[in-house]
């Protein structure tokens, strides 16, 4: 595998369901970062995560919970979402936190909450 | 509240042409840019970046960036239906984080 990797790619979940969203990357990073992209608005920074440190969360609701268990992985905790909660969720990593903050994306995880 | 903006398009161009893409921003001391393509049901990816001044070019690609007028831009020479995509200008903050426009929807019309 190389670059970003992200699974599942389609979800479709309940209101009232569980899943969890995984990440890994391949590229020897050390910052890694959950985006929603919704149609027609700008990608929306969730989490940031920067040698498995939490450093930004942007106001997120609790309903989704990350985790980074090293530098590699990181995961995003789905539960009671809401319909409008339906999105693409992108996955990224980039070598640090600074001004060259060049991030690659993985393939992304199409999300339906019915 | 800083902002990146980007018409949002279509922005239709001939093959063969050059396809001008522009991008403002709020905050001044902003120090990096960076340009990103997004196909169609796919992730974005990096074009380029650029961080002073001036042009800088990637075959055929050239990003110009004007800190005084706070403007970034993209210029596609030779333009491809395969360039048809939409194109995402980002901004580094203070915190280091990537602030996005909401992209503009490039057409290469055969």
């Known amino acids: 595998e190389t670059g970003v990797t992200q699974t599942p790619r389609h979800l479709v979940m309940g209101m009232t369901n569980k899943k969890s969203l995984k990440c890994e990357q391949h590229?020897?990073?050390?910052?890694m970062y959950w985006y929603k992209q919704s149609a027609k608005k700008p990608l929306e920074l969730m989490f940031v995560?920067?040698?498995?440190?939490?450093?930004e969360n942007n106001s997120v609701p609790s309903r989704f919970s990350p985790e980074c268990p090293n530098s590699s992985h990181l995961f995003l905790h789905l539960h009671t979402l809401q319909p409008e909660d339906s999105a693409l969720y992108l996955c990224a990593s980039s070598a640090r936190l600074a001004y060259d903050n060049e991030q690659f994306f993985g393939p992304g995880t199409r999300l339906t909450v019915l | 509240q800083k902002e990146v903006e980007q018409n949002s398009g279509p922005l239709s161009v001939p093959e063969g042409a050059i396809a001008s893409l522009n991008c403002t921003y709020s905050d001044r001391v902003s120090q990096s840019f960076f340009w990103y393509r997004q196909y169609s049901g796919k992730s974005p990816e990096l074009i380029m970046s650029?961080?002073s001044n001036g042009d800088k070019e990637d075959g055929r690609f050239t990003a110009q960036l004007n800190k005084a007028s706070q403007y970034v831009s993209l210029l596609i020479r030779d333009s491809q239906p395969s360039d048809s995509a939409t194109y995402l200008c980002?901004?580094?903050?203070?915190?280091?984080?990537?602030?996005w426009g909401a992209g503009t929807k490039l057409i290469i019309k055969p």
């Open positions: 650029i961080y």
């Open positions: 980002a901004v580094i903050d203070s915190n280091y984080q990537l602030i």
């Open positions: 995560y920067n040698f498995k440190e939490q450093t």
């Open positions: 590229l020897g990073h050390n910052a």
